[in-house]
């Protein structure tokens, strides 16, 4: 095997093992640590490999979800030992009648009324302040004010 391929494949060895060890602990920081990869090498990897990248996106999701089952696992046992902020937690994101509430209460219905002139003039003039490479378009969008 030439120096080139053992370097190949040494390189996806490394690649395999920080996927792998996204999906145990998805932040890049840790995963390079754990791994034995440096973050700029990842970086450059991903920015040369649109396949290693959307590896990369895949482990990470996977390993959000499974902290999210660990993280539910210890809310559950707190939830077990009486801890009034673990269940408030869980009935709070978990149930209706315990989630935060906001009421709201009313009709709406559009206007389609025109713009008055003063209204177009104001307009025009925070358009133009915005962006004063955009003359040509405004002149084309709105109508020209009447001369007072």
């Not at 939830?79 to 978990?94: S, V």
Request: positive net charge; proline residues 3%.
């Amino acid at each position: 095997m030439s120096r080139q391929q053992t370097i190949k494949l040494r390189q996806s060895q490394i690649k395999q093992a920080f996927i792998e060890q996204l999906k145990h602990t998805p932040t890049i920081e840790q995963a390079c640590q754990k791994s034995g990869t440096s973050r700029s090498s990842v970086c450059r990897w991903r920015r040369k490999s649109n396949r290693f990248d959307l590896e990369v996106e895949e482990a990470l999701r996977e390993g959000r979800a499974f902290i999210s089952d660990i993280a539910e696992t210890q809310l559950f046992s707190l939830i077990g030992e009486k801890k009034i902020e673990a269940i408030r937690l869980f009935l709070a994101h978990n149930n209706p009648r315990y989630s935060n509430k906001l009421e709201l209460s009313g009709t709406v219905s559009p206007k389609n009324e025109p713009l008055t002139a003063e209204l177009q003039s104001m307009i025009r003039q925070a358009l133009l302040r915005s962006s004063l490479n955009q003359n040509e378009i405004l002149k084309k969008e709105l109508p020209k004010e009447q001369e007072k």
